[in-house]
RNA sequence: GGAGGGAUGCCAGAGCGGACGAAUGGAACGGUCUUGAAAACCGUCGAGCCCCUCGCGGGUUCCGUGGGUUCGAAUCCCACUCCCUCCGCCA
């Protein structure tokens, strides 16, 4: 949610933000055309609610007095003042609920930073690293549902019987190649020395998958999206779509302690999707599923500078992991028009899979200034000091594990059909170093 | 699932129709004292919104949430949510 007052003062810039994006600006000159009358409205409000208050006062002191009919007379008075109090607040509160109705629809503004453009064509390649995919030899040549039916580790067969279509099962080796990289990403975001300079340790959560309404209201995820979750009707919770769900609505209405900021957090989940919009796209293998494993990466910050920091160490530390995997990847930095409504600036990581040869979105680092921190309501304060601020959130995937265990199996793949395992996941596999080719 | 009890500021906790934005204690912050620290003492110490003659003003709202009663509600009534205790069930 942007914030009313800078809408009211700069709405010239607030405009030509919101049409970077090519968003609709209907609803920000209904805030403006709304937020006049509002004013009005409660001065008017508070000015009437002051006087019942004082009248009210009086005659608490008449009736002591003993002076009953004065205070009769008094009361009539203060009556008529608050039927009409009743009347303005019921106004106030209209408008005001539609102000917010809009707000909540209004887009974040894009960071300057951020290239133009209005579609994902015009997404800018920070860099490329690691091997160029011209380069894959005919044996990676492969696309990983092959792989994981020639090996038995992936066995989609059976999980469209037990659940339906675009839900996936690993077995065996796949299972635990998959258990080993969550794992593996888990304690590496734990430690520091892991991280670029000036980084920290990101707390491990491990949180609740199904989640109250205003849980998912507060990321943006609702009301807007509602059509992609799963809805459990009997208790009223959502299934979440991404960790970074409860993890940014931990410190909901919370005010945090200055000196605790930056706080950092990594949490694994099953992340849930009904993906309506893409019923009967990449149905094959691991590319998208109704339910699949993720690492998310989460962090509060006090303003700007402190958020494009931790920004930047989300990336680094997901390049970090896609680099220990040997995988080749690329950097994009989305354009003003492809950010997601509450992202001011996002990058997204692709990990090039050489047997579907191509790019697969593993990973969404995003900064959200004090966007999602509004709706939440997460503020900071320095102890001590009046007053509070609005935090800023940021986060991004520490993978999203699907796509990467596809690039893996993919890029990985030897002459015999063995899968060659990265080095930093052999420890998690009792020291093996490949996963054995078909007999 | 059944029966009770509860929800108040950063924390603990009083208040149970008018003088309550809220006692008291603790924490925190500033100061006095001290070589320094502790102690003691003094002071400050929640948040949102609005207005203006922009002053270290004024008004208003917030005591789980939402309604209601009343001239007036933290206090009374209703509904909901959450927490605790006991019983039941249970991985």
């Not at 989940?269 to 309506?276: I, L, N």
Request: proline content about 5%; overall charge negative.
């Amino acid at each position: 949610m942007l914030d009313l007052r800078r809408i009211r003062s700069e709405p010239d810039a607030v405009r030509a933000g919101l049409s970077r994006r090519g968003a609709d600006l209907a609803p920000l000159d209904r805030v403006l055309e709304l937020d006049g009358s509002l004013r009005t409205l409660t001065t008017e409000r508070d000015d009437i609610r002051a006087r019942v208050n004082a009248t009210s006062k009086q005659i608490g002191e008449l009736f002591k007095a003993g002076e009953r009919d004065e205070a009769e007379i008094l009361k009539g008075e203060s009556k008529a003042l608050g039927d009409r109090e009743k009347e303005l607040a019921a106004e106030t509160d209209a408008v005001d609920a539609e102000i917010r109705d809009a707000l909540l629809r209004i887009p974040n503004l894009p960071s300057p930073d951020a290239p133009d453009g209005l579609s994902e064509d015009d997404n800018v390649v920070l860099r490329t690293h690691g091997a160029d995919p011209s380069s894959f030899a005919e044996h990676q040549r492969v696309p990983h549902w092959d792989i994981g039916t020639e090996l038995g580790i992936i066995d989609g067969e059976r999980a469209v019987k037990i659940s339906g279509s675009m839900f996936t099962m690993y077995r065996g080796w796949g299972a635990r190649l998959l258990r080993a990289m969550i794992g593996h990403s888990l304690d590496s975001s734990a430690d520091p020395s892991l991280g670029p300079a000036g980084g920290g340790a990101w707390e491990e959560i491990r949180p609740p998958t199904l989640v109250k309404t205003e849980t998912m209201i507060g990321t943006g995820h609702l009301p807007k999206f509602e059509e992609e979750a799963y809805h459990v009707a009997k208790d009223d919770l959502w299934t979440i779509p991404t960790a970074e769900v409860p993890l940014t609505s931990m410190a909901a209405g919370e005010i945090l302690d200055h000196d605790d900021l930056p706080m950092r957090f990594t949490a694994y989940t099953s992340c849930f999707r009904r993906e309506a919009g893409a019923a009967g796209r990449d149905t094959r293998g691991l590319l998208r599923s109704h339910e699949f494993d993720k690492v998310e990466l989460m962090g509060y910050a006090d303003g700007e500078e402190m958020a494009i920091a931790l920004q930047e160490e989300v990336l680094a530390r997901s390049e970090r992991l896609l680099q220990e995997l040997g995988l080749s990847y690329r950097i994009l930095d989305l354009c003003a028009g492809d950010l997601g409504g509450s992202a001011a600036r996002t990058w997204d990581i692709e990990a090039y899979a050489p047997g579907v040869d191509d790019w697969l979105e593993v990973s969404s680092v995003s900064w959200f200034a004090d966007y999602q921190a509004r709706r939440a309501d997460v503020r900071w304060k320095k102890a001590g000091e009046k007053g509070t601020q609005i935090c800023h959130t940021v986060n991004g995937s520490a993978m999203g594990w699907p796509r990467t265990v596809a690039a893996v199996l993919e890029t990985h793949r030897q002459a015999d059909g063995s899968i060659a395992i990265p080095e930093v996941l052999q420890p998690r596999l009792g020291g093996a170093t490949h996963i054995p080719a078909p007999e």
